[in-house]
Nanobody
Framework: QVQLVESGGGLVQPGGSLRLSCVVS???????????MGWYRQAPGKQRELVAA???????NYADSLKGRFTISRDNAKNTVYLQMNSLKPEDTAVYYC?????????WGQGTQVTVSS
């Protein structure tokens, strides 16, 4: 059974910060030692979009509009990926999803709500 569990979402004022975490578990992650992880988000009425991605070796990729404010990182020993979000704006309001990409396919978490509002 594959599980990706996100946490860290919530309500934050504009200009604030949040740190999201995603813990992955399941025997398949022992079978495949290397896999990419990513954060995506989906705002109401919009398509899901890539926020940031990171390989098992630490190479990162960001949505152009988010560079400089968001930072993705991972702790392979803890099977955890993080998303540090700074200088949050109301337009960052969305459900944030974690995704693991393995050779056999991709797996999604259930999502965590981030709301940026005063």
């Amino acid at each position: 059974q594959v599980q990706l569990v996100e946490s860290g979402g919530g309500l934050v004022q504009p200009g604030g910060s949040l740190r999201l975490s995603c813990v992955v578990s399941g025997s398949i992650f022992s079978t495949y030692a290397t896999y990419a992880m990513g954060w995506y988000r989906q705002a109401p009425g919009k398509q899901r979009e890539l926020v940031a991605a990171i390989t098992s070796g630490g190479s990162t990729n960001y949505a152009d509009s988010l560079k400089g404010r968001f930072t993705i990182s991972r702790d392979n020993a803890k099977n955890t990926v993080y998303l540090q979000m700074n200088s949050l704006k109301p337009e960052d309001t969305a459900v944030y999803y974690c995704r693991a990409t393995l050779p056999v396919g991709g797996y999604w978490g259930q999502g965590t709500q981030v709301t940026v509002s005063s």
